[in-house]
């Protein structure tokens, strides 16, 4: 059982958590650049900029100092909902953590990465039991 371990990917209403040894391979590459996230809130309350088109963004994610660039879409109809895609993929997204939007020094707000993280994956049809192990708790 080589390691470290990840969940790579959790379906609640199924009770069902997934753990790989295998993160790094190309078909976590997705969930690892690309995410939703909810809870769009802003310092000013309002978005510094027309959101719905994408806009570049520097962003730190979690607690660590690495700071990324990606491009943030918010929601046609929901201003507290959308998607980031990262320039570079990103070692450990997770439901729950934070992003915090920047441009320069300045913050301008965060978000909340949503559960919808893995819905991608989960629906790609990927045969998990190649990829990872399941868990059931």
């Keep these: 059982s080589r390691g470290p371990w990840y969940v790579v990917a959790k379906d609640t209403s199924k009770r069902l958590i997934i753990a790989s040894n295998r993160y790094d391979e190309e078909k976590f590459e997705s ?7 909810e809870d769009i809130q802003w310092i000013t309350n309002t978005p510094p900029v027309d959101l719905h ?3 570049r963004l520097t962003m730190k994610i979690r607690h660590g100092p690495t700071i990324v660039d990606g491009v943030l879409s918010v929601d046609a109809y929901n201003d507290l909902v959308g998607r980031i895609t990262l320039d570079k993929k990103d070692g450990g997204l997770a439901p729950g953590q934070f992003v915090v939007f920047y441009s320069g020094t300045e913050c301008l707000g965060s978000a909340v990465i949503s559960e919808k993280h893995w819905l991608k994956f989960l629906q790609s049809g990927e045969d998990l039991a190649e990829t990872a192990v399941e868990s059931r708790t």
């Design 31 to 37: 969930t690892r650049k690309e995410f939703s996230v």
């Design 53 to 55: 088109s994408g806009v």
